[in-house]
């Protein structure tokens, strides 16, 4: 993302990805009832797709660098960007992790949820709270005059206490007019992270997502140049919501209420 300006948005551009954002979290109340096993999940892209456009929204991820499809379904070990397919079935016991871009009236919203189909395993369970208690985390972190690591911090320190390993290679970041801004937004801390660390503002708006392994944090790429695992195959959840941080602190845009 190179030097690129960070960007503080108005409190009517900050309402304006709220829409944006609303549209991201009724796909996912959609999704949570039309997951079942035997569905598949090229049937739910085209699901998130009718919606987004019926509400005259676009898909960011919609041929992103290429990406062949409008949101990223991924399942079990796979880790983020799985490539939606008529052939790929889900199951009773899988982690469905989906991720959602929306553009609407020029303004973005980006969020991500794992959901459990039917009974999961004990260590799946465990993962999925772990996972979505390490968002909150993020979120809370996101605090004016604080800098962007205290939410790499928060995030690597919740899920590494409860024996989980935070995803290294793919990061949060800015969002607003474009998927893509100024700053990113790790959801760990070394040294690297410290030697850029934005302040944190009024105006700033984040999409925090962390991407938490059972096992290893090494990851994968697959022969289809998208889609990552990881490298133990283990259990992978991935979180995602659109914060804006205001004077009070931070507030999730990506909510549906």
Request: proline residues 6%; negative net charge; hydrophobic residues 40%.
């Amino acid at each position: 993302m190179g030097d690129r300006p960070m960007v503080l948005r108005t409190p009517a551009e900050i309402e304006k990805m709220r829409e944006a954002g609303r549209i991201v979290a009724e796909v996912f109340q959609l999704v949570r009832e039309a997951i079942q096993p035997g569905v598949s999940t090229q049937a739910l892209d085209e699901l998130i797709r009718d919606y987004v456009l019926g509400k005259g929204g676009s898909l960011l991820f919609y041929n992103y660098k290429g990406f062949p499809a409008n949101s990223c379904i991924s399942i079990n070990e796979e880790v983020v960007h799985g490539i939606p397919r008529k052939r790929r079935k889900i199951s009773q016991g899988d982690l469905v992790s989906i991720d959602v871009g929306v553009r609407y009236r020029g303004y973005c919203g980006d969020s991500a949820w794992t959901f459990p189909v039917g009974p999961v395993s004990a260590e799946a369970r465990r993962l999925l709270e772990v996972g979505e208690a390490s968002l909150d985390e993020g979120v809370k972190a996101c605090l004016p005059m604080k800098r962007v690591s205290d939410i790499g911090r928060a995030i690597q320190g919740f899920v590494e206490a409860h024996g989980f390993h935070v995803v290294k290679k793919f990061v949060g970041h800015g969002i607003g007019t474009k998927l893509h801004e100024e700053p990113p937004v790790p959801n760990y801390v070394d040294a690297a992270v410290l030697k850029k660390d934005p302040l944190l503002r009024p105006g700033m708006v984040l999409a925090i997502e962390p991407m938490v392994n059972a096992g290893t944090e090494d990851v994968d790429t697959l022969d289809d140049g998208w889609t990552v695992v990881t490298a133990d195959r283990g259990l992978s959840v991935h979180f995602e919501h659109t914060v804006a941080i205001l004077e009070n602190g931070p507030q999730i845009l990506t909510l549906s209420g």
